[in-house]
């Protein structure tokens, strides 16, 4: 599993074709990972990207990959809290948002003051990427409860096309997340934790991770498959 998001190489490779980045321009991740995504928009554009990530661990990721790339100029990774760093305004080209909305905000404010925060920090004409969930259906209830508040997901695929364009933006492209990658996705996370236990079986902490991924699991395959659904989202910041 090379995302931390339901996509395959091939779709992110077509969205990063799509996004056409200049070797001039800037492109900012916020909530890069561990910069999986970002590094294949650096070495398909040759532009300044930079990736911010809250969690420690997966900015080690990151830098360990920058390490295996030799030479990599012009992108580099940061750890921080996006909501307490300076960064200037209309400054970059592209501004990315994969999954991460959350560091915006709890709840059903969260989608937006992202998309609010992005669009100040891209040039006019300046493009947004933002991963985010919907649902496909109303969910069952017993889904809600298990996922617990805030669940991260509020509005239908169209409403979260139609949200941005109330902000302003300029809706240029939209996909999502088909059933192989859902799938893909989440049995690697079931996979992944199997593997630490047989590896470590003496590892508490491995256990107790393992029987909470089992139980997102069950959860997932009666609930999540025909309920839930990942929208990658294209704007642009309208020419002031």
Same mark, same amino acid.
């Given at each position: 599993?090379?995302?931390?998001?339901? +996509?395959?190489?091939?779709?992110?490779?077509?969205?990063?074709?799509?996004?056409?980045?200049?070797?001039?321009?800037?492109?900012?991740?916020?909530?890069?990972?561990?910069?999986? $995504?970002?590094?294949?928009?650096?070495?398909?554009?040759?532009?300044?990207?930079?990736?911010?990530?809250?969690?420690?661990?997966?900015?080690?990721l990151a830098?360990?990959?920058?390490?295996?790339?030799?030479?990599?100029?012009?992108?580099?990774?940061?750890?921080?809290?996006?909501?307490?760093?300076?960064?200037?305004?209309?400054?970059?080209?592209?501004? +990315?948002?994969?999954?991460?909305?959350?560091?915006?905000?709890?709840?059903?404010?969260?989608?937006?003051?992202? =998309?609010?925060?992005?669009?100040?920090?891209?040039?006019?004409?300046?493009?947004?990427?933002?991963?985010?969930?919907?649902? #496909? #259906?109303?969910?069952?209830?017993?889904?809600?409860?298990?996922?617990?508040?805030?669940?991260?997901?509020?509005?239908s695929h169209?409403?979260?096309?139609?949200?941005?364009?109330?902000?302003? =933006? +300029?809706?240029?492209?939209?996909?999502?997340?088909?059933?192989?990658?859902?799938?893909?996705?989440?049995?690697?996370?079931?996979?992944?934790?199997?593997?630490?236990?047989?590896?470590?079986?003496?590892?508490?902490?491995?256990?107790?991770? =393992?029987?909470?991924?089992q139980q997102?699991?069950?959860?997932?395959?009666? $609930?999540?498959?025909?309920?839930?659904?990942?929208?990658?989202?294209?704007?642009?910041?309208?020419?002031?």
């Amino acid at each position: 599993m090379l995302f931390n998001s339901p +996509i395959s190489e091939a779709k992110a490779d077509l969205i990063i074709n799509i996004l056409n980045v200049k070797s001039t321009g800037k492109v900012i991740d916020l909530g890069c990972g561990d910069g999986e $995504f970002l590094t294949r928009v650096h070495k398909k554009s040759g532009a300044e990207c930079m990736g911010l990530d809250i969690d420690p661990s997966c900015i080690t990721l990151a830098e360990k990959k920058l390490g295996h790339l030799g030479s990599a100029e012009n992108l580099s990774f940061r750890l921080a809290d996006i909501q307490d760093t300076h960064l200037e305004k209309n400054t970059y080209e592209l501004a +990315i948002c994969i999954g991460s909305t959350h560091a915006f905000g709890q709840g059903k404010v969260a989608y937006s003051n992202a =998309l609010m925060h992005m669009s100040k920090l891209v040039k006019p004409n300046g493009l947004i990427l933002v991963g985010e969930g919907y649902w #496909k #259906k109303k969910p069952a209830q017993e889904y809600l409860d298990f996922i617990g508040d805030p669940v991260g997901v509020y509005n239908s695929h169209e409403k979260n096309i139609q949200l941005a364009e109330s902000l302003g =933006l +300029i809706v240029l492209y939209a996909a999502i997340s088909n059933q192989d990658e859902w799938d893909h996705f989440e049995w690697c996370f079931k996979m992944k934790a199997q593997r630490a236990v047989i590896a470590e079986p003496d590892n508490e902490k491995a256990r107790k991770k =393992l029987n909470g991924v089992q139980q997102w699991n069950k959860y997932y395959r009666k $609930f999540g498959r025909t309920t839930m659904g990942f929208g990658f989202y294209l704007f642009m910041k309208p020419d002031e």
